[in-house]
Nanobody
Framework: QVQLVESGGGSVQAGGSLRLSCAASGLTFYWYCMGWFRQGPGKERTGVAYIYRDSTYYADSVKGRFTISQDHAKNTLYLQMNSLKPEDTGMYYC????????????????WGQGAPVTVSS
């Protein structure tokens, strides 16, 4: 049974940094596309970063500011967020899927419960 549990959300001022973690169980990263999604207030959920083995993909809005990574020993996915902007505010979800991996992918089989991020100006 796959479970994804996010942590590390919080409130920060614009220009600050946060690191989100997603503890995964019931899966092996090698076989899964992992993604981070964001849903801002009144907005649709959109993908911001993806990783599959050694390949990473980012939405244009976060390129150069966010970094996705994974620790295989800890079975944990990370999203390092730097130079945060108010428009980065939202609920952040990690997701896992066994098929395909590319920027813009939305069809993921497994989802975490979300971690809130608030960026104030």
């Amino acid at each position: 049974q796959v479970q994804l549990v996010e942590s590390g959300g919080g409130s920060v001022q614009a220009g600050g940094s946060l690191r989100l973690s997603c503890a995964a169980s019931g899966l092996t990263f090698y076989w899964y596309c992992m993604g981070w999604f964001r849903q801002g207030p009144g907005k649709e959920r959109t993908g911001v970063a993806y990783i599959y083995r050694d390949s990473t993909y980012y939405a244009d809005s976060v390129k150069g500011r966010f970094t996705i990574s994974q620790d295989h020993a800890k079975n944990t996915l990370y999203l390092q967020m730097n130079s945060l902007k108010p428009e980065d505010t939202g609920m952040y979800y990690c997701a896992a899927d066994r098929y395909d991996c590319y920027s813009g992918k939305t069809a993921f089989e497994y989802w975490g419960q979300g971690a809130p991020v608030t960026v104030s100006s």
